[in-house]
């Protein structure tokens, strides 16, 4: 290997600080500029192309929530109940002591399942007799215990239940976290 006199190795190195020092330059004196492109105006969208939804507060979802576990508790049932908002996420999920694991995610189809169609799951197994494929969309469940939550005739969220021995005492429940909305 050839060694480099003492003259070339500082030249070196002066030609490399010279090119790190013009690329820092560079760099702060793009990132000087950013603001000014970062204060540009997105388009603006117009009124008209957008549209306003109502959706059930936390607060609400949980007071409805805990009337399904008190309707529940008065006929010594474990249940877990979930709440979901207009657009299927859940808001509140809660589960009895001794719930059994499976129930969980069954409230939470249920209410999905609800919410999607705007009517309870009892009524929607019904509708399986004639279109069998739509228990094939994902997340959702064709079982009695899944309620809607409405404002003026549009499904704000859904209550969904599972846990009792029967899709009608689900529904009841879930019906019961409706009530408590009144």
Same mark, same amino acid.
């Given at each position: 290997?050839?060694?480099?006199?003492?003259?070339?190795?500082?030249?070196?190195?002066?030609?490399?600080?010279?090119?790190?020092?013009?690329?820092?330059?560079?760099?702060?004196?793009?990132?000087? /500029?950013?603001?000014?492109?970062? +204060?540009?105006?997105?388009? =603006? !969208? %117009?009124?008209?192309? #957008?549209?306003? @939804?109502?959706?059930?507060?936390?607060?609400?979802?949980?007071?409805?929530?805990?009337?399904?576990?008190?309707?529940?508790?008065?006929?010594?049932?474990?249940?877990?109940?979930?709440?979901?908002?207009?657009?299927?996420?859940?808001?509140?999920?809660?589960? /009895?002591?001794?719930?059994?694991? +499976?129930?969980?995610?069954? =409230? !939470? %189809?249920?209410?999905? #399942?609800?919410? @999607?169609?705007?009517?309870?799951?009892?009524?929607?197994?019904?509708?399986?007799?004639?279109?069998?494929?739509?228990?094939?969309?994902?997340?959702?469940?064709?079982?009695?215990?899944?309620?809607?939550?409405?404002?003026?005739?549009?499904?704000?969220?859904?209550?969904?239940?599972?846990?009792?021995?029967?899709?009608?005492?689900?529904? %009841?429940?879930?019906?019961?976290?409706?009530?408590?909305?009144?």
């Amino acid at each position: 290997m050839k060694k480099f006199s003492r003259r070339a190795r500082v030249a070196t190195g002066g030609a490399v600080l010279a090119a790190v020092a013009v690329g820092t330059f560079g760099a702060v004196s793009a990132n000087a /500029s950013a603001p000014q492109a970062a +204060q540009a105006r997105p388009a =603006a !969208v %117009k009124s008209s192309d #957008t549209f306003t @939804s109502t959706h059930l507060s936390v607060s609400a979802a949980t007071e409805a929530a805990e009337a399904v576990l008190d309707a529940a508790k008065k006929e010594n049932q474990r249940v877990s109940v979930a709440v979901v908002d207009r657009n299927g996420n859940t808001l509140v999920t809660l589960r /009895s002591d001794g719930a059994g694991p +499976q129930s969980y995610e069954s =409230a !939470v %189809k249920k209410a999905f #399942t609800s919410v @999607s169609w705007n009517a309870p799951t009892s009524e929607l197994v019904k509708r399986l007799e004639t279109t069998p494929n739509l228990k094939d969309i994902p997340g959702t469940l064709f079982l009695g215990g899944g309620v809607p939550v409405t404002a003026n005739n549009a499904p704000v969220a859904g209550i969904g239940v599972a846990g009792a021995p029967s899709g009608d005492l689900d529904e %009841k429940f879930a019906r019961a976290g409706v009530a408590a909305l009144d």
